[in-house]
């Protein structure tokens, strides 16, 4: 089985983005082939500083790495290196009614997000996207459940483009988990944690400290007991997911430990438990933080990789729409 998936570098990684995706990815390199790529052509549709970019990118790959994305047993590359998923994305640009980008949940979020500079990049992030993963002939995408639309938008394209032109885009499906598909802001647990919004995140790579203080002042519900119920505890419910995925514990499990338990004990229990499993990743990042050479090496041979793949698959792709040889 091939996998593969993205993440923007657009910011330290969270424990939302580690949780509902890059946990799934390192599973999957034990499994099959795995494909891990730091989509910095995506990352440009919002404002980026071009004298920070290129670091911000290659911190990305650190933090992958400390997040336990192993270069013997995955291809990691950066998306702007291999030239074949601009080229494809035209391609698909057209046959991909606008329409159909219009209606985009994260392209209307993010427009709002980013008023003062809504460009073409920002609607037509999804077919990148879709070129990204139908280049690698994959046959699932773990991503978090905000990604669900662009994955069901990449199967349309894939099957539009084998309708028109003959079998040829493997169809892929998406990968999205139930528990941890979607980790919620602790300053707001009805907004997503993301990047792009520092100020929703807990990251993997916060200090002892900061955790502390971010648990302790996350938002809860009304009322006292530690219960799972996203609709009426949805802050607590969110805690509790958090708590669950890192600890190893079963919901009923923490329901039964926490039970008489106040909020302000539980968190604490929450910041001591998060504290000491996120430990191994700052030790890591701080490592890898030293070794640029190396992990510059690591990304040049992803890239080689890739490559072939992606090759492969753009000669077929140009034959069968019938570009000049
Ligand atoms: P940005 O705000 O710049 O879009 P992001 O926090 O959404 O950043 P991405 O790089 O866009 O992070 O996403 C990387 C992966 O992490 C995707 O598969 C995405 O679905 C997943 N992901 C992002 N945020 C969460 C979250 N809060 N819960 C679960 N998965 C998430
Ligand atoms: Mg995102």
Known sequence: MRTLSGIQPTGSIHIGGYLGAIKQWVELQNKGECIVFIADLHALTTPQDPKTFSQKTLETAVELLSSGIDPEKCIIFVQSQVKEHTELAWILNTITPIGELERMIQYKEKSKQFKDSVNVGLLDYPVLQAADILLYQVDSVPVGKDQSQHLELTKTIAKKFNQKYGETLK??????????????????????????????????????????????????????????????????????????????????????????????????????????KLEPFRRKKKELMQREVYVKEILERGRKRAEIIAQSTMAEVRQKVGLLS
């Open 171 to 276: 169809v892929p499906e998406a990968l999205v988990l139930d528990m941890g598909g979607k980790i919620m802001a602790l300053n707001d647990p009805k907004k997503k944690m993301s990047k792009s919004f520092p100020e929703t995140c807990l990251f993997l790579f916060d200090e002892p400290e900061v955790i502390e203080k971010k648990v302790m002042t996350a938002v809860t519900d009304t009322g006292k007991t530690i219960e799972y119920d996203t609709a009426k505890k949805p802050g607590i419910s969110n805690l509790l997911t958090i708590y669950s995925l890192f600890s190893g514990k079963t919901m009923k499990e923490l329901e039964k430990e926490f039970k008489g338990v106040g909020y302000s004990k539980f968190k604490r229990r929450l910041a001591a438990m998060l504290t000491e």
